[in-house]
């Protein structure tokens, strides 16, 4: 388990993080504003923000975006002033007049979160070019990203990089290593085998053994970081049953399908996913971990399987408003995610407007447009849609078209000369 959908409560695991090699956390409320931390006007939520502050803003963002809703200017302009100089976010900087030195902790999850968030907003290239240069500054050997800087490459890191890459514009097939490794590499890793216990799942880590342990939110991650998608996902239309395919030297998309496969069969029974235990923890009841069931339902529509994500759907339209009330933006915003990628109403969620909900959460929005259901607002595209913008990182698509219409506009005039210099 990591802390990409859930930094908030690292505040409340503090203890166990120091001991533990990766980041722990689980779905729960955010700790409680301390005296210390002054709460920035353009923020959302009310909560402490020194684990979360900028993933929630992100994240709040990109459940706007796809809902016609367009931030505070204040609110942009706080997301973009916590920027370091060198394009990487921490996870929350409570004076941004003070220069990100050595002792910042940079973090390539709030990195690549505001990334895509800043992405949506629009307006904003050579800040969104600033954080894509340094994320693949600290790409690891492996071709993956971990946490922080230069940690060991894990399953939801690694897809939430490939999700801003993909965002900006990047080919991701480009982006490799000095030994080769692309970022799909630590993905197909982390994989285990179908035809015997979880097959098809992610682990987040491999042990130290070597052991591959199945973790639903990294599968969710994943599915969506195999296939070179971002976190806000369109539409899709249900395909075909997924299905476990065997055997190794799998290409990325057939990975991606056998974790929607193990994904289909985890939510089948009771609809939703369960937290994992606590390391320590006295009370092992199982507890539903309603973030990583809406992380499921978006992985599940990703790979074109929407009509397996119905359950659990209707499951979250039940059971998720009193978490979400608790938990804040964040999660407001990752059911507004779940909701846009099957088609529902996130205004009408089980009888709650998660849009309404999530805008109170912060400065009122410049403004509030209902979008055409019909339209697919969150298409993201996958890497063979994609242009490579090359190690300067100058803006993705609509750059390579604009010179391409120079160019054609450059032969025109050549062209016509010629004609008239023909003329008798």
Request: glycine share 10%; with cysteine; proline share 7%.
């Amino acid at each position: 388990m990591t802390v990409r959908r859930s930094a908030a409560t690292l505040a409340a695991t503090a203890a166990v993080l120091c001991a533990a090699a990766a980041p722990v956390a689980v779905a729960a409320p955010s700790p409680s504003p301390s005296p210390s931390v002054a709460l920035p006007s353009g923020l959302y939520g009310t909560a402490d923000p020194t684990y979360d502050g900028v993933w929630r803003q992100s994240m709040a963002f990109l459940a706007q975006r796809l809902e016609g809703v367009t931030p505070a200017a204040k609110s942009v302009d706080w997301l973009i002033s916590q920027q370091c100089a060198d394009g990487s976010y921490a996870a929350f900087r409570p004076d941004t007049a003070k220069p990100c030195d050595a002792k910042t902790v940079r973090d390539t999850n709030a990195t690549a979160a505001a990334t895509q968030a800043l992405v949506e907003v629009d307006g904003h290239r050579e800040t969104v070019n600033n954080s894509v240069r340094w994320l693949k500054s600290v790409q690891n050997e492996d071709g993956g990203w971990g946490y922080t800087a230069g940690a060991p490459s894990d399953a939801n890191s690694t897809s939430l990089v490939i999700g801003a890459l993909a965002r900006q514009g990047q080919r991701l097939a480009d982006i490799t290593t000095p030994g080769g490794k692309t970022p799909y590499d630590p993905l197909l890793a982390l994989a285990i085998p179908c035809g015997g216990k979880d097959g098809g799942a992610f682990a987040y880590q491999a042990d130290k053994k070597g052991g591959l342990a199945a973790n639903a939110d990294a599968t969710a991650a994943a599915v969506l970081g195999t296939m070179g998608k971002a976190m806000a996902v369109g539409n899709n239309a249900a395909g075909k049953a997924p299905s476990c395919r065997p055997g190794s030297g799998l290409t990325p998309e057939q990975t991606a399908q056998n974790g929607a496969h193990y994904l289909a069969g985890a939510l089948a029974g009771s609809g939703h996913l369960n937290q994992a235990p606590m390391p320590g923890a006295t009370d092992t009841t199982p507890q539903p971990d309603f973030g990583n069931t809406a992380d499921a339902v978006v992985a599940l529509s990703a790979a074109g399987h929407q009509d397996k994500a119905a359950g659990a759907v209707a499951w979250l339209k039940k059971n998720s408003a009193d978490w979400a009330a608790r938990s804040g933006p964040a999660a407001y915003a990752q059911l507004i995610l779940a909701a846009h990628a099957t088609g529902d109403n996130a205004r009408d969620f089980g009888g709650v407007d998660l849009v309404a909900r999530l805008n109170a959460a912060g400065p009122e929005p410049a403004a509030v447009v209902t979008p055409d259901p019909s339209a697919d607002t969150g298409y993201v595209p996958t890497e063979k849609d994609q242009v490579h913008s090359g190690d300067d990182v100058i803006g993705g698509v609509w750059w390579y078209i604009g010179i391409g219409l120079v160019l054609a506009a450059i032969a025109f005039f050549l062209i016509s000369g010629r004609r008239k210099n023909r003329q008798p």
